[in-house]
């Protein structure tokens, strides 16, 4: 799936807009190795991109969910970081030391002691990070689930190897020589050997953490289907505090006309959309009630434009590049699904209503698109009121006494509210200016 560098930021999948803030990654990391979180970051970017294998994926966690009182114990038992520490270690391989091979035992020089040291402690670790992982293979090939019964019968035929077999038998002998060749061994030929039993490790805990996240969360398994409707729908950063939101959409459904005043939810509810699609197609659960959800193969947002004046790029460019960059993913022919915040923003009113209307039309007869498009620019809404396949959503405040309050509810229809001018004066600005004015000294 494609998942740009901007989508990435834009919806705080890695890192956080706010220092500090959350991410979808620190929402369903429940690792404890490097193995697990470099998974885990694997399946949550690389997505799934057919109904069959997300559901079969969703089975796997499931699985792994109902019989976490086994897996994660057998899990933990293979000791990853501590085999990888020994994998990393500076000491050269033993057949290119230079160590004197004269004199042996409490003559040896300290370094070789250190060396020797290290390489036992190593040696005791790969060894119970082998049976270990045996035994997690072994629980694996009789789960009921197609993917953790491959992780396992791919585990075992790694043990079935030459490789193995003679790490495991020098392993268990306790003289010098012989961990002279598991070292030379472990960190030589067989280190990718070690590298793929620890990676599909990893891969059976990464999935574990997307399943115990769900339950932890709350959030319920989504289906593959052909059009999308979400009930209660959160954004999951929100958690019990997000208010939840139902859309149901057609199958010729291509556009998704949001409207509504500043603070009203309409940036949270795109996010929310986009945010639940990425955890759907990595087979994870989604912070709503129910779902289903259309499969695709692009994932784009434009939501927080950067202008780049050093490069002689305005915002209003930067905005249209962005657009560009949607119109290209499109072109690759899978489908895609799209956010995006307040296009053209960077221009006037005329040429932004303009242009927004332009997009609008081209991507309802797009056969690939799902787009949803938060805008302040109602005045459009009657020219595209009549397409079928673009509907026009809105969330609204209520004012009172120049208070504005919001119940971030998602409703059918347009709203032309306008709250400028009630947030300036809510928050005291025009006063504090007229204030000034009236202590400037008068001229002499």
């Not at 086994?70 to 038992?77: E, G």
């Not at 520490?85 to 409490?106: D, K």
């Not at 799209?338 to 007869?365: M, W």
């Not at 009630?422 to 002499?444: H, I, M, N, W």
């Amino acid at each position: 799936m494609l998942l740009d560098a901007a989508t990435l930021r834009d919806l705080e999948v890695l890192s956080p807009l706010s220092p500090q803030g959350p991410t979808v990654w620190s929402l369903v990391d429940r690792t404890h190795t490097l193995a697990g979180r470099r998974a885990l970051r694997a399946l949550l970017l690389a997505s799934l991109n057919s109904a069959e294998d997300i559901l079969e994926r969703q089975r796997a966690h499931q699985e792994l969910s109902d019989q976490a009182a086994t897996i994660v114990p057998a899990i933990h038992r293979v000791a990853c970081d501590r085999v990888e520490e020994y994998l990393h270690m500076a000491w050269q391989l033993p057949q290119e030391m230079r160590r004197p091979a004269s004199v042996v035992g409490r003559f040896w020089p300290r370094w070789y002691r250190h060396y020797l040291k290290d390489a036992r402690n190593g040696r005791r670790d790969v060894v119970a990070f082998l049976d270990a992982a045996a035994e997690l293979g072994r629980h694996l090939s009789s789960t009921g689930t197609r993917t953790l019964r491959e992780i396992g019968d791919e585990i075992l035929r790694l043990f079935e190897l030459q490789e193995t077999q003679e790490l495991l038998s020098l392993g268990r002998q306790p003289s010098t020589r012989s961990l002279l060749a598991f070292d030379q061994l472990a960190r030589g030929t067989a280190n990718t050997l070690l590298k793929g039993i620890l990676e599909r490790v990893g891969t059976v805990e990464a999935m574990w953490s997307m399943a115990a996240a769900t339950v932890e969360h709350g959030w319920s398994y989504p289906t593959p289907g052909r059009k999308l409707a979400v009930c209660g729908l959160r954004h999951p950063f929100l958690g019990s505090h997000g208010v939840p939101n139902d859309l149901q959409l057609t199958e010729d459904a291509r556009v998704c006309f949001v409207t509504g005043p500043n603070m009203a939810g309409k940036s949270t509810f795109l996010k929310a959309v986009a945010t639940a699609m990425i955890l759907a197609h990595a087979g994870c659960g989604v912070p709503a009630t129910s779902m289903t959800f259309p499969v695709v193969g692009a994932i784009f947002s434009s939501v927080q434009i950067l202008d780049n004046l050093s490069g002689g790029e305005s915002f209003y460019l930067a905005e249209v590049r962005r657009i560009k960059a949607l119109a290209g993913a499109l072109q690759n022919g899978a489908p895609g699904l799209a956010v995006v915040d307040e296009p053209f923003r960077g221009t006037n009113v005329h040429d932004a209503a303009e242009a927004t209307l332009a997009i609008i039309t081209r991507l309802a007869a797009h056969p690939r698109a799902l787009v949803f498009i938060a805008s302040h620019i109602a005045e459009i809404a009657p020219t595209i009121a009549v397409d079928a396949r673009i509907r026009l959503l809105h969330f609204s405040a209520n004012v009172t006494a120049e208070q504005p309050t919001f119940d971030y509810r998602l409703r059918d229809g347009v709203s032309t509210q306008r709250l400028g001018m009630t947030l300036l004066k809510q928050e005291q600005v025009l006063d504090l200016l007229g204030e000034g004015v009236l202590r400037e000294p008068s001229a002499t």
